[in-house]
C-alpha cells in the first residue's frame, strides 16, 4: 500500500486530484453533522440572494433555499450514485468478460454479440429509454447509467481474459487437475483485479456526469431533493439574472470530474506493471542527459565510449546500470560484451545512441564518440540520421523490431526510404537483394510474406537484412542468437561473420555465451554490476582468464567429450545495482577477496590485457 501511494502521488496531477476528491468525499460525509440550513426549508422573502449573503455564504435559489447547504447535500447524493453505478457496471461487466473470455466458443459468441448489440445503440440515448421504461428516479437513473457501461467493463475484461487463459501458468493449473472454478479464481482473477480497478477508476466521473445529466433533464433525482445535476436544471430559468444559482453546482461537477478523472490516471500508472516507474506510456525521443563536463579522448577508434554512465532513476532510489564503461571499436573488428543477466550489457549498447527510455533512464557521465563526434547530448534530428544509417541495431527478439502488419518487404523497404532518396520501386528491390544476401531462400516470395509466417531463423535474417539496409559502419548486435537452435545459431554467427569480413563491419557483439564469443569475436569485454571487470584479445582471455569473476563463468559452460564432472556455479547473485558495495563489486561471492577488495575504488589496470582485480588469477 506504501509503495502505491508513493507511486500515486508521484504524479502531481493524480496527486492534486486526490486532495480535491479527498477534501470534497470528506465534507460529503460530514455534512449532516455540519451547522447547514436545511437543504429543502423555502422562504420566498430571500429569493436569489448574492454570494456571502449574511446567513448564506453561497446565496439562495428561486425559493429561498441555501445554496451551501443544497451543494453539500446534492454533492454527497451525486458521489454516492456515481460510485455505486461505476460499482455495480464494473462487477457486472467484469463478470460476464470473464466467463465469455474464459470459456470461449459458443458461450463467448453469444455473449459478445449480446454486448455488441447494447453499444450499437449511443449510451445517453439507451439510458434514456431504460429511464422511460422504468420511470423517472434517482434509482432509475443509478441502474440506466450502470447498465449501459456494463458494455464498456465486459468488452475490456473480455479481452484481458481470453489472453491470460492461453498463457502457460494457466495451463499448468489444468494439468495439475484444478477446475474451472479455482482456476478462475487463484489464476485469472488475480489478473483482471488491477484491470477492473483501472476501468472503474477512469470511469467513475463520466458516471456521476451522466447522472448528473439525467437528473438535468428531470428523469433522476426529483424534487425536492437535490441531487447536482437537479440543481443546475432549477437554475437554468435564471441563468442570466442569478447566475449564481447555475456556476455552484457547476463547478462542483467540475472539481469532481476533474479530480475524479486524474486521479484515475494516476490510479492506472501506479497498478500497472509497465508504468510502475511514474514515467509516461510515451518515453522521451532520445536519453536524457544530465552530464556536467565531457571526458577527453584518450583513445581513438571508430567508435568509443569514454567512461559512460547510465542511471534509472525511479523515486529516491538510483540503479546505476552502466557505471564508467570504457570501449574501443575499431573498423572490421568484432568486440563481444559478456556478463551475466543485469550487468549492464544491453543498457550499455542502447546508451550508445541515445535509445534508453527516458524516464527514468538518465545518461550522468562520460561519452560516446563516433569518429571523434560525441553523440551524448546531440540534437535528435542528428541522432535520428545516424540511427540504421551508421550504426545499425539487431536485437534478441526479431518481432520487436518487425510491425506484425507489415509485410517483410515493406518494412525493409521503409528503412532504406528512411536514410536514402530511392524510390519505392528501387527500395523494394533492394529489399529483394538484402534477403538474398543473408541468405533467405526465395527471396522475392518471402518479401511479400507477414512476420508470423517465417521462422525465428528466417525472422532473424531479416532483422540482419535491416541493420545491413544502409551499409552501416557499427553493428551492435544484442543477444541476436539467444532464442534459436544450435543449427540456426551456428549460420547467423557464420552469416555475420562474413558480412562483417566482406563488408568491413565493425559488431559490438552481447551474449552470454563464451562458445559464442570465441567463433565469432576479435576482443572481448566481461561486465560486472555495469562495470567492464576484464578486457583482451579473446584467445588470450579465455586460454588464462585473470578475473575471478571471468574465471568462473567459463567454469559454467560445459564440455562435451570431457568426462563426467559437477558443473560449477557461481555462488550468491549478482549486486543491486541500486546498492553496490563500494571496493569490488564481485568481492562478496569471490573466494580471493580480501579487506582490500572492499576499501575503495578498484581500477581496470593494463594495456592490451586489462583487468579490475587487486588479487588476480593470472598475471595478464
Same mark, same amino acid.
Given at each position: 500500500?506504501?509503495?502505491?501511494?508513493?507511486?500515486?502521488?508521484?504524479?502531481?496531477l493524480a496527486g492534486f486530484g486526490a486532495v480535491v476528491l479527498g477534501v470534497i468525499v470528506v465534507l460529503?460525509?460530514? !455534512?449532516?453533522?455540519?451547522?447547514?440550513?436545511?437543504?429543502?426549508?423555502?422562504?420566498?422573502?430571500?429569493?436569489?440572494?448574492?454570494?456571502?449573503?449574511?446567513?448564506?455564504?453561497?446565496?439562495?435559489?428561486?425559493?429561498?433555499?441555501?445554496?451551501?447547504?443544497?451543494?453539500?447535500?446534492?454533492? @454527497?447524493?451525486?458521489?454516492?450514485?456515481?460510485?455505486?453505478?461505476?460499482?455495480?457496471?464494473?462487477?457486472?461487466?467484469?463478470?460476464?468478460?470473464?466467463?465469455?473470455?474464459?470459456?470461449?466458443?459458443?458461450?463467448?459468441?453469444?455473449?459478445?454479440?449480446?454486448?455488441?448489440?447494447?453499444?450499437?445503440?449511443?449510451?445517453?440515448?439507451?439510458?434514456?429509454?431504460?429511464?422511460?421504461?422504468?420511470?423517472?428516479?434517482?434509482?432509475?437513473?443509478?441502474?440506466?447509467?450502470? =447498465?449501459?457501461?456494463?458494455?464498456?467493463?465486459?468488452?475490456?475484461?473480455?479481452?484481458?481474459?481470453?489472453?491470460?487463459?492461453?498463457?502457460?501458468?494457466?495451463?499448468?493449473?489444468?494439468?495439475?487437475?484444478?477446475?474451472?472454478?479455482?482456476?478462475?479464481?487463484?489464476?485469472?482473477?488475480?489478473?483482471?483485479?488491477?484491470?477492473?480497478?483501472?476501468?472503474?477508476?477512469?470511469?467513475?466521473?463520466?458516471?456521476?456526469?451522466?447522472?448528473?445529466?439525467?437528473?438535468?433533464?428531470?428523469?433522476?433525482?426529483?424534487?425536492?431533493?437535490?441531487?447536482?445535476?437537479?440543481?443546475?436544471?432549477?437554475?437554468?430559468?435564471?441563468?442570466?439574472?442569478?447566475?449564481?444559482?447555475?456556476?455552484?453546482?457547476?463547478?462542483?461537477?467540475?472539481?469532481?470530474?476533474?479530480?475524479?478523472?486524474?486521479?484515475?490516471?494516476?490510479?492506472?500508472?501506479?497498478?500497472?506493471?509497465?508504468?510502475?516507474?511514474?514515467?509516461?506510456?510515451?518515453?522521451?525521443?532520445?536519453?536524457?542527459?544530465?552530464?556536467? !563536463?565531457?571526458?577527453?579522448?584518450?583513445?581513438?577508434?571508430?567508435?568509443?565510449?569514454?567512461?559512460?554512465?547510465?542511471?534509472?532513476?525511479?523515486?529516491?532510489?538510483?540503479?546505476?546500470?552502466?557505471?564508467?564503461?570504457?570501449?574501443?571499436?575499431?573498423?572490421?573488428?568484432?568486440?563481444?560484451?559478456?556478463?551475466?543477466?543485469?550487468?549492464?550489457?544491453?543498457? !550499455?549498447?542502447?546508451?550508445?545512441?541515445?535509445?534508453?527510455?527516458?524516464?527514468?533512464?538518465?545518461?550522468?557521465?562520460?561519452?560516446?564518440?563516433?569518429?571523434?563526434?560525441?553523440?551524448?547530448?546531440?540534437?535528435?534530428?542528428?541522432?535520428?540520421?545516424?540511427?540504421?544509417?551508421?550504426?545499425?541495431?539487431?536485437?534478441?527478439?526479431?518481432?520487436?523490431?518487425?510491425?506484425?502488419?507489415?509485410?517483410?518487404?515493406?518494412?525493409?523497404?521503409? *528503412?532504406?526510404?528512411?536514410?536514402?532518396?530511392?524510390?519505392?520501386?528501387?527500395?523494394?528491390?533492394?529489399?529483394?537483394?538484402?534477403?538474398?544476401?543473408?541468405?533467405?531462400?526465395?527471396?522475392?516470395?518471402?518479401?511479400?510474406?507477414?512476420?508470423?509466417?517465417?521462422?525465428?531463423?528466417?525472422?532473424?535474417?531479416?532483422?540482419?537484412?535491416?541493420?545491413?539496409?544502409?551499409?552501416?559502419?557499427?553493428?551492435? *548486435?544484442?543477444?541476436?542468437?539467444?532464442?534459436?537452435?544450435?543449427? =540456426?545459431?551456428?549460420?547467423?554467427?557464420?552469416?555475420?561473420?562474413?558480412?562483417? @569480413?566482406?563488408?568491413?563491419?565493425?559488431?559490438?557483439?552481447? !551474449?552470454?555465451?563464451?562458445?559464442?564469443?570465441?567463433?565469432?569475436?576479435?576482443?572481448?569485454? =566481461?561486465?560486472?554490476?555495469?562495470?567492464?571487470?576484464?578486457?583482451?584479445?579473446?584467445?588470450?582471455?579465455?586460454?588464462?582468464?585473470?578475473?575471478?569473476?571471468?574465471?568462473?563463468?567459463?567454469?559454467?559452460?560445459?564440455?562435451?567429450?570431457?568426462?563426467?564432472?559437477?558443473?560449477?556455479?557461481?555462488?550468491?547473485?549478482?549486486?543491486?545495482?541500486?546498492?553496490?558495495?563500494?571496493?569490488?563489486?564481485?568481492?562478496?561471492?569471490?573466494?580471493?577477496?580480501?579487506?582490500?577488495?572492499?576499501?575503495?575504488?578498484?581500477?581496470?589496470?593494463?594495456?592490451?590485457?586489462?583487468?579490475?582485480?587487486?588479487?588476480?588469477?593470472?598475471?595478464?
Amino acid at each position: 500500500m506504501r509503495l502505491f501511494l508513493q507511486l500515486l502521488f508521484r504524479n502531481r496531477l493524480a496527486g492534486f486530484g486526490a486532495v480535491v476528491l479527498g477534501v470534497i468525499v470528506v465534507l460529503a460525509v460530514l !455534512t449532516p453533522i455540519l451547522p447547514l440550513h436545511p437543504p429543502n426549508e423555502t422562504n420566498t422573502a430571500n429569493r436569489f440572494l448574492r454570494p456571502l449573503s449574511e446567513g448564506h455564504w453561497l446565496g439562495t435559489d428561486h425559493l429561498g433555499r441555501d445554496l451551501m447547504s443544497r451543494l453539500m447535500w446534492g454533492t @454527497r447524493l451525486s458521489l454516492a450514485v456515481g460510485f455505486a453505478a461505476a460499482l455495480f457496471a464494473g462487477l457486472a461487466g467484469a463478470a460476464i468478460g470473464v466467463l465469455a473470455g474464459y470459456f470461449g466458443g459458443r458461450i463467448d459468441n453469444v455473449t459478445m454479440r449480446g454486448i455488441d448489440m447494447l453499444m450499437a445503440f449511443p449510451y445517453i440515448l439507451l439510458a434514456l429509454a431504460i429511464v422511460a421504461v422504468l420511470g423517472p428516479g434517482l434509482m432509475n437513473a443509478l441502474i440506466a447509467v450502470a =447498465v449501459v457501461n456494463i458494455p464498456f467493463f465486459a468488452r475490456n475484461i473480455r479481452g484481458v481474459t481470453a489472453g491470460i487463459v492461453h498463457r502457460e501458468f494457466v495451463d499448468a493449473a489444468r494439468l495439475s487437475g484444478m477446475g474451472n472454478a479455482r482456476i478462475l479464481w487463484s489464476e485469472v482473477l488475480p489478473n483482471v483485479v488491477p484491470v477492473i480497478v483501472i476501468a472503474m477508476s477512469t470511469t467513475i466521473g463520466w458516471m456521476i456526469l451522466e447522472t448528473a445529466g439525467l437528473s438535468f433533464l428531470g428523469l433522476g433525482s426529483q424534487p425536492p431533493q437535490a441531487d447536482l445535476g437537479s440543481m443546475l436544471g432549477e437554475a437554468r430559468s435564471a441563468l442570466i439574472t442569478a447566475p449564481h444559482t447555475s456556476i455552484v453546482p457547476g463547478a462542483m461537477i467540475l472539481l469532481i470530474v476533474m479530480s475524479v478523472n486524474l486521479l484515475g490516471d494516476g490510479v492506472r500508472d501506479a497498478l500497472d506493471p509497465r508504468l510502475r516507474s511514474g514515467a509516461p506510456s510515451r518515453p522521451e525521443a532520445t536519453t536524457r542527459v544530465e552530464r556536467a !563536463t565531457a571526458p577527453e579522448a584518450t583513445e581513438s577508434g571508430l567508435l568509443r565510449l569514454d567512461r559512460l554512465e547510465t542511471q534509472f532513476r525511479i523515486g529516491k532510489r538510483v540503479y546505476r546500470a552502466v557505471n564508467g564503461v570504457s570501449l574501443n571499436l575499431s573498423p572490421g573488428e568484432c568486440v563481444g560484451l559478456i556478463g551475466e543477466s543485469g550487468s549492464g550489457k544491453s543498457v !550499455t549498447a542502447l546508451s550508445v545512441m541515445g535509445l534508453v527510455a527516458s524516464p527514468p533512464g538518465v545518461i550522468t557521465g562520460g561519452a560516446v564518440r563516433l569518429d571523434g563526434q560525441d553523440l551524448i547530448g546531440a540534437p535528435y534530428e542528428m541522432l535520428r540520421a545516424l540511427r540504421g544509417r551508421r550504426v545499425a541495431y539487431i536485437f534478441q527478439d526479431p518481432l520487436s523490431t518487425l510491425h506484425p502488419l507489415y509485410r517483410i518487404g515493406d518494412q525493409l523497404a521503409e *528503412a532504406i526510404t528512411a536514410h536514402q532518396p530511392v524510390g519505392r520501386a528501387a527500395a523494394r528491390a533492394r529489399a529483394v537483394r538484402l534477403l538474398e544476401d543473408v541468405r533467405i531462400p526465395n527471396p522475392a516470395a518471402r518479401a511479400r510474406a507477414f512476420p508470423h509466417e517465417l521462422s525465428g531463423g528466417m525472422r532473424q535474417r531479416v532483422g540482419i537484412a535491416m541493420a545491413l539496409a544502409n551499409d552501416p559502419d557499427i553493428i551492435i *548486435a544484442d543477444e541476436p542468437t539467444t532464442a534459436l537452435d544450435v543449427t =540456426v545459431q551456428a549460420q547467423v554467427l557464420a552469416l555475420l561473420d562474413e558480412l562483417r @569480413r566482406s563488408r568491413g563491419l565493425a559488431i559490438l557483439f552481447i !551474449t552470454h555465451d563464451f562458445g559464442v564469443v570465441s567463433q565469432l569475436c576479435d576482443r572481448v569485454a =566481461v561486465m560486472y554490476g555495469g562495470r567492464v571487470v576484464e578486457e583482451g584479445p579473446t584467445t588470450d582471455l579465455l586460454a588464462a582468464p585473470a578475473h575471478p569473476y571471468t574465471r568462473r563463468l567459463i567454469a559454467c559452460v560445459p564440455e562435451l567429450g570431457g568426462g563426467r564432472r559437477r558443473l560449477a556455479a557461481i555462488p550468491g547473485l549478482p549486486p543491486a545495482v541500486d546498492d553496490l558495495p563500494p571496493g569490488c563489486a564481485f568481492a562478496p561471492r569471490c573466494e580471493r577477496a580480501q579487506d582490500a577488495c572492499r576499501a575503495g575504488e578498484i581500477a581496470l589496470a593494463g594495456k592490451v590485457r586489462k583487468v579490475r582485480c587487486l588479487f588476480p588469477e593470472t598475471t595478464p
